[in-house]
């Protein structure tokens, strides 16, 4: 199959399948992620109470940790979800927001990291860097840096953990051990809309779901994304809006728009 036949083949198992996508994720995009989840074809859960959490990482077919509005209960829900998934093998996405912004942030990335290798670390430039060196100069969860200026670090994240990393970006980088493409796909109004970066994240997982090669599930996925964010784009007229088309483009996306639009340099 050609690259655009094997983005659209797995989006259509996503929506024949339905994955369940499990999310410890921040209160500012729980709603986001969840309507992109279900308009992709997946279905999401939001659970992050230490009690069930184990269940629910039994029943799922993803898992999502985002760091993006932490305490010390949902660390702790972190970590031990992070030891079901990793027991029955289910894909980890980790998103490191504001990394390198404090130190309990800093911190308790690292700690999950070391803790269990995950499949897919996703993040933007400042993120990504604040892993390998603490003065990556993050200013709260926006980057400083373009995403290229964190390649070599992602490198290094990928070969240390066994992962891939995701450094999105006006051009977003997927790294491996032994591979790396960029994709172009995207608009300049995405970063405008909270919550996206996330929302990155949490569609990583539903194609890791679907997909067991995980470098190809991430390049897929932000394909998918960057898209979706150009088909809004198209019909926006600011952020707002973008976000009510972005959701109506993940709904209808088509095997036309991949094989159009698609943007994908090794």
Not at 101 to 118: D, F, G, I, K
Not at 203 to 221: S, T, Y
Request: hydrophobic fraction near 45%.
């Amino acid at each position: 199959m050609t690259r655009e036949e094997q983005v659209w083949a797995d989006v259509e198992q996503i929506r024949a399948q339905a994955p369940l996508i499990h999310n410890i994720t921040n209160y500012v995009v729980m709603n986001n992620t969840a309507n992109a989840l279900l308009s992709l074809g997946a279905s999401p859960v939001m659970a992050h109470a230490e009690e069930e959490i184990e269940e629910m990482v039994g029943i799922a077919s993803a898992l999502v940790i985002n760091i993006g509005t932490l305490s010390v209960p949902w660390i702790q829900a972190m970590q031990k979800a992070q030891r079901a998934a990793a027991a029955k093998g289910t894909p980890i996405v980790i998103d490191p927001v504001g990394a390198g912004a404090t130190a309990l942030r800093t911190r308790t990335v690292h700690e999950l990291l070391s803790a269990v290798s995950p499949t897919v670390v996703r993040g933007n430039a400042s993120e990504i860097m604040a892993l390998q060196q603490a003065d990556a100069g993050a200013k709260g969860v926006d980057s400083q840096h373009g995403s290229e200026a964190a390649t070599e670090i992602a490198q290094r994240v990928a070969d240390q953990y066994d992962c891939v990393v995701c450094v999105s970006g006006e051009v977003d980088y997927v790294i491996s051990a032994d591979r790396k493409v960029r994709v172009r796909n995207g608009h300049a109004l995405m970063p405008r809309v909270t919550g996206l970066g996330c929302t990155a994240s949490s569609l990583i997982g539903a194609f890791c779901a679907v997909n067991p090669n995980a470098f190809e599930a991430v390049m897929h996925a932000m394909v998918v994304m960057g898209i979706a964010g150009e088909l809004a784009a198209a019909k926006a007229q600011g952020p707002g809006t973008l976000q009510l088309y972005f959701l109506d483009a993940l709904h209808n996306l088509s095997a036309a728009d991949i094989r159009q639009r698609i943007q994908i340099e090794s």
